[in-house]
């Protein structure tokens, strides 16, 4: 029977961190979390540079086989995330979030590009006090798994913008010893992948795969559709769907049946 062992990882974000989400009038918005998937595409272009000429197709299924993500919170301690972005989502936003403004240039007229003024919204490295900010979650690893994904997280530039900086991070790892997962669950690592068993009514903490199965669930639902990189010099032009969603923060009132973590960090019905 495979075994899976987890790691509690924080990332102490050193710059900006942009998750592509949606526009709102002239401003791109963040997501207030990163996604599995967010993680899986950066150690998955990790690894593949770093072996030069694999295909980023094939590493991003190695890492989707050998591995299996939660999604990151925002947090000012290390251990421990102090402010879920939906419970207070006011209070997270003035200590976590910011914008940045820009504009492309018209070079002939030595002036700003016409209506190409923007904001691009993003989790700060630090808070309005000045507290440092983290991102913490989990990585569960499979038995056997040689793919160095702990050595490569320490090279990780996470979301957009990275070539103006954004997005770098100092990891600490440490393994997990019990079953403990998010608040409200707990965790078997026995099987094919995670499972995860919620103690009583609680709420989602990644997207979570819609089913007419469930019961009880209140929550926003979004289309999970986003850019894939394939193969080297191609960035992104790969579309990629997922199908419907609940989205984190919804709340489940009851489940008779455990979820797995599927690739990408998605959860759904074992």
Same mark, same amino acid.
């Given at each position: ?131 440092? *900010? ?34 770098? *991070? ?16 707990? *965790? ?32 926003? *639902? ?49």
């Amino acid at each position: 029977m495979t075994t899976w062992k987890m790691y509690r990882i924080a990332f102490r974000l050193l710059s900006p961190l942009h998750v592509g989400w949606f526009k709102q009038g002239n401003v791109q918005r963040t997501r207030p979390y990163l996604t599995g998937k967010a993680l899986w595409g950066a150690l998955t272009a990790r690894l593949a540079r770093e072996k030069g000429n694999a295909s980023y197709a094939a590493m991003g299924q190695q890492v989707n086989d050998a591995l299996a993500f939660s999604y990151f919170y925002p947090s000012t301690a290390p251990h421990c995330v102090t402010l879920w972005p939906w419970e207070q989502p006011q209070e997270f936003a003035w200590c976590c979030l910011n914008t940045y403004a820009s504009t492309a240039l018209n070079y002939a007229k030595n002036s700003a590009e016409e209506g190409s003024l923007h904001e691009t919204e993003y989790i700060s490295p630090s808070t309005r006090e000045g507290e440092p *900010v983290y991102l913490l979650g989990f990585v569960f690893e499979k038995a056997g798994c040689s793919l160095g994904w702990r050595d490569a997280l320490h090279r990780l530039q996470l979301g957009g913008e990275r070539t103006y900086g954004w997005g770098r *991070v100092q990891v600490h790892t440490e393994p997990v010893e019990t079953n403990t997962f998010w608040p409200g669950w707990t *965790v078997t690592l026995t099987g094919d992948r995670p499972q995860l068993s919620p103690y009583d009514e609680t709420v989602l903490y990644a997207h979570l795969r819609h089913s007419s199965a469930f019961s009880g669930l209140r929550g926003a *639902v979004e289309p999970l559709v986003g850019r894939e990189t394939q193969q080297a010099g191609a960035h992104g032009e790969a579309i990629a769907f997922h199908g419907l969603a609940w989205s984190p923060g919804a709340h489940l009132a009851a489940l008779q049946r455990p979820l797995r973590v599927a690739d990408f960090g998605l959860w759904q019905l074992d």
